[in-house]
């Protein structure tokens, strides 16, 4: 079992910034295979970016230049370092842990709101 705990949302004006943890506990030896997700209302859940299996990062096309996942394996954690915040990136931002092999665990999300 693994256990995703995010935090660090909240509300922030256009342009600004914020920085999002996800930290994992229980059957977890790597930060590969985690990431961070979203959802607005009315929305599909859609990828935001993870650090693949393989160690490589991908991005969503809205937030290249913007957003930047980094992670400490150290403390089993990573995170979401966004800037230049627009209000389409309100959502409820989740984290996901997916091992090579078993389960998809995920987080209980964190609000992100963008408004002035």
């Known amino acids: 079992q693994v256990q995703l705990v995010e935090s660090g949302g909240g509300l922030v004006q256009p342009g600004g910034s914020l920085r999002l943890s996800c930290a994992a506990s229980g059957s977890i030896f790597s930060i590969n295979g985690m990431g961070w997700y979203r959802q607005a209302p009315g929305k599909d859940r859609e990828l935001v970016a993870r650090?693949?299996?393989?160690?490589?990062?991908d991005y969503a096309d809205s937030v290249k230049g913007r957003f930047t996942i980094s992670g400490d394996n150290a403390k089993n954690t990573v995170y979401l370092q966004m800037n230049s915040l627009k209000p389409e990136d309100t959502a409820v931002y989740y984290c996901?842990?997916?091992?090579?092999?078993?389960?998809?665990?995920w987080g209980q999300g964190t609000q992100v709101t963008v408004s002035s």
């Open positions: 650090i693949a299996n393989s160690g490589n990062t």
């Open positions: 996901r842990y997916r091992p090579t092999f078993g389960p998809t665990y």
